[in-house]
């Protein structure tokens, strides 16, 4: 039998038991989902075709402040805004354009013009002029005379002819470095042109392939979704297993301590029973056994020839019986009331009950199959309802005019493509020659001011002939002669480029820039009814190019810009009620038992209603306890044995020795032979009294705790079953929604940004900008703007260079 200690730890782990059974089946305040995490990304496949136009940048070069000293120059010089009527009227009736108008708008390049005009002329005057002097040895012949500040002149000449070929040199530099900036940009920018155009038309022409290869992508999130089905049911029942296995568990194993406790208690009181039998024939055997011999040990000591006896006399007259175990109360009745218990196997009741439990995933895989096989058919319908997004997009029968007038534009773009390269080659050839040219008369300075300068320090007397320093002179002179001869095509090369090139930042990159032009082209009225590009582009009625424009760079669909009349709305077609309506219905409206399991049959609550009534509570085990507190004989059978031992020893007479050894061998004979059983029973009798004493207070709480709680159980099991069911599939159906919801704004986002996308119409005119503007226009504008500074500093190089001759030929006199 268990000792104190371990039935306390045993109460402990009941009650333990009961208050996890009591929290396990109060309704939870919230529910989480057990049956998988939220559903995972899904990854698209972008299967169609790279037809992309890639967006253009400004890229950052050395030369930017070169660009914007260009620009800021011709902002002065161009100051009037876009010439809305000078266009309207050139457009519409080029006839009626007068050039007063033209003039008065290109006023600053009028300026410029005369400039140009008036150095072309000027300069070829001054070269004849210098020729006819120089024939007459007048210029850049030798000094008259030598004075003291003929020095501080020469260094003043050298300088500034120095600095001036620098500035030169550097002028040319920048020539040569942004011609070549042109002619690499212009190639690649004008074949930019027909190649948009290709892509903008395959782009539109591939829309209906892309559409249903998005579409087609439906597939990742159908096999995730069927893959999911195949392990709801198994998941759903380990969900409910693992939810309400610590209540049904903590519920059998109350009902196996309360079967226990039946076991057990019926035991000890079969014991209890049969013990106080076996004490009470046991005394009745004892009590006259005992009082002979009592009478005989005191009729000993009470002998006069017993030496010291007195001292025993005492205990040996109180040798007589103790207990009296026929005072205590009958179990008789309670052991009557438990006949023929326990009727029922509990152990086989609750191996039952826990198979039956156990089994639930297994019964909620063949409960829930129809319904795994009903949406696996749902999934083949919904695929035929996506399908429909392919089957309505009405772009093929809207991006007609668009992909025409794209046609158009590349036809009649390639003559006038051929004509800019060709007529680029030309000014490349041209700007080589001249800038080459420059460089030439910039090795003439440099070899006449080192060759001069050479002669001037090797010449003793200034009046002395001295080849170096006249060989000098003849390479300045042959650098003014150059200049005078090539000054005028420079000024006509920088003149025309500075033309075209600024009228194209002024006239058209300025107003790019701020959207000008596309406000000029949205004003009804000035472009002819040919070019309406807003009928031409089959734009809504009420969007125009600007509008257009801002859509598509901000990432609208292709036909969010076209004329739908409206017709068309993505964001409909994409709904996820529209295709999963029937897919959350049929879950919604799965309903399945999973819960039955029956824990406690009748007969075995009848035994242990009939234990709870039996009376075990009602006995009296303290009158127990109380009686075995008083020994079997009331004088110590060994004690006084021992004491008459002692006695023995101690006498003189030898008939008295002899009859004490007896006595005690007497007394030791009946503690060994009925007093020692008999205590032995009381030992016994004191464990049952024990084990019955400590559970008969809690009984009938026990017993009635434990039948609620199974009722409960079983009550409450297909409920909470039921809930944890509906809880799983909500939490399914929120998870497989995601892939859907994944899948549509995937398609949305798809068809936007790239499979029906109007950005590469923004990105195409982007581009344009970027090539024309920003790659070919700045360093075509640096390039005249370098190659004018060359020319213009030309004129002081010419001055200098011609002064500078007379100081490297001989003087004539020289002044003492």
Known sequence: SPPAGSLLAAEAMRAAGLLLAWALLRPAATHQCHLAGPGGVLRFTDTHAEIRVPALHRVPSSLDPLYGLVRRCLDLIQQNPLPTELLRAALNDPGSVRTSQVVQYELGYVVCAAVALLFTVAVPVAGMCFCYCRSRRRCGGRLRAHRRSLGCRRHCLLACLSLTSLVILTSVVCAFVTSQRVKGQMEPGLGAVPATLRTLRQHIANIPQGVQMVVDQFEVPRQQIISDLGGLSRSVGLSIHAQLKAMTYAALADLQDRAGDLQTSLHHLQILDKTVRALASARAELEPALRERRRRVVALLDDPRCTSCASVLG????????????????????????????????????????????????????????????????MARMTEKVQSIANSFPLPDYTRPVSEALVKAEDRSQPYLREVERFEQYRWIAGTVLCSIILLILVCNVIGMVLGAYGLSKREDPSDYECRGEAGAKFLLVGVGLAFLFSWLLILLVFATFLVGGNIQTLVCRNWVNQEIYKFIDTPGNLPPSMNLTRQLNLRRDS????????????????????????????????????????QKRLGDFTARLGDVRLLRSEGRQ??????????????????????????????????????????????????????????????????????????????????????????????????TTLATIAS????????????????????????????????????????????????????????????????????????FSLGCCTFFLIPNIIFAVRLTKHFRPIRNRLM
């Not at 801002?550 to 009620?577: F, I, N, T």
């Not at 068809?751 to 700045?778: F, M, W």
């Open 315 to 378: 205990r040996a007259q109180s040798l007589e019986l103790g207990a009296d175990y026929t005072k205590v109360p009958s179990v008789e009745k309670v052991l009557k009331a438990l006949a023929g218990l326990p009727r029922s196997d509990f152990a086989e009741m609750i191996r039952q009950g826990n198979g039956t439990f156990n089994s639930i995933p297994e019964l909620a895989v063949e409960r829930m199959a129809q319904v795994i096989q009903d949406l696996r058919d749902e």
């Open 544 to 583: 125009n190019l600007s509008a257009a424009y801002r859509e598509c760079k901000s990432g609208a669909g292709l036909w969010e810009v076209l004329q739908l009349d409206r017709s068309y709305d993505l964001d409909e077609h994409l709904k996820s009620p529209k295709y999963t309506a029937d897919f």
């Open 713 to 784: 159980v079983e009550a409450r099991l297909p409920m909470q079953a039921q809930q944890i069911l509906r809880q799983e599939i909500g939490c399914f159906t929120r998870k497989e929604l995601r892939y859907f919801m994944q899948y549509l704004n995937w398609v949305g986002q798809t068809l936007r940004e790239d499979v029906a996308s109007c950005q590469p119409l923004a990105t195409a005119l982007d581009n344009g900008r970027v090539i024309l503007c920003d790659r070919i226009a700045d360093p075509w504008n640096a390039f005249w």
């Open 607 to 704: 035994d242990l209603e009939t234990f709870a009534r039996s009376g075990v509570d009602e006995v009296d085990y303290r009158r127990f306890q109380e009686e075995m507190k008083n020994p079997v004989v009331q004088t110590s059978v060994p004690g006084l044995a021992r004491s008459l031992e002692g006695l023995q020893k101690m006498q003189r007479n030898g008939t008295v020795a002899g009859r004490l050894a007896a006595e005690a061998q007497a007394l030791w004979q009946m503690q060994n032979s009925t007093v020692q059983s008999q205590e032995a029973l009381v030992a016994k009798l004191g464990e049952s009294v024990q084990f019955l004493s400590h559970l008969a207070p809690h009984l009938q709480e026990r017993v009635k």
